[in-house]
C-alpha cells in the first residue's frame, strides 16, 4: 500500500477489524519510512452492472460518484456517514439481486431519491433539483408541492 504521506510502497499492519456495517475489513498501517499511519478499507470486489446514462453512454457503477453526490445533498444536515452508507449499500445490493448486466440511471436515481425522501427533506430536495434538472421555478414548486402532501398524508 502507497503512503498517502510519503509515497513509500510498505507498510505494516497495526489492526484488522470489520468495520462497523461488516461489509469492509479497516486495517491501520504504519508506513515503514515516515512512521505516519493511515487507515485503509478492503472491500469485496462485486462486479456491478453498468450504469446508462441518458445520453445512452455506458459508464460502471461507481460508488465514490454516489457518495460524493450524496455527500453534496447531505451537505450541514443531520445526516451521518454511516446512514449514507446505509444506503449506499442498500443501493449495491439491490443492484446484485437484480442480476441485471446494465441498469439505467434512472432506476438509480429513484432509489436514491425514495430513500432521501425517507431520510431528509431538505436533501431530498436538494438531489432532486440536480437529478431531475428543473428547468424553471414551477418544476421545483411542484416537486416541494408534492413532498408537503407527501408529509401532511404521514
Given at each position: 500500500m502507497k503512503c498517502p504521506f510519503c509515497g513509500f510502497l510498505e507498510d505494516k499492519v497495526i489492526d484488522?477489524?470489520?468495520a462497523k456495517d461488516h461489509s469492509a475489513i479497516r486495517?491501520?498501517?504504519?508506513?515503514l519510512s515516515c512512521n505516519r499511519r493511515f487507515t485503509t478499507f478492503e472491500r469485496v470486489e462485486i462486479n456491478l452492472p453498468m450504469v446508462i446514462k441518458r445520453d445512452l453512454s455506458r459508464e460502471p457503477f461507481s460508488r465514490a460518484k454516489i457518495e460524493n453526490g450524496l455527500l453534496k445533498a447531505c451537505e450541514k444536515r443531520p445526516v451521518s456517514q454511516e446512514r449514507i452508507d446505509e444506503l449506499i449499500n442498500g443501493l449495491e445490493q439491490m443492484l446484485r439481486e437484480s442480476g441485471e448486466k446494465e441498469v439505467a440511471v434512472a432506476v438509480i436515481g429513484e432509489y436514491i431519491m425514495s430513500a432521501?425522501?425517507?431520510?431528509?427533506?431538505v436533501a431530498y430536495i436538494r438531489f432532486a433539483s440536480v437529478y431531475?434538472?428543473?428547468?424553471?421555478?414551477?418544476?421545483f414548486m411542484q416537486e416541494l408541492q408534492g413532498l408537503l402532501k407527501h408529509d401532511s398524508e404521514n
Open positions: 484488522s477489524r470489520l486495517r491501520r498501517r504504519e508506513c432521501l425522501k425517507e431520510l431528509d427533506d431531475r434538472q428543473f428547468k424553471d421555478i414551477g418544476e
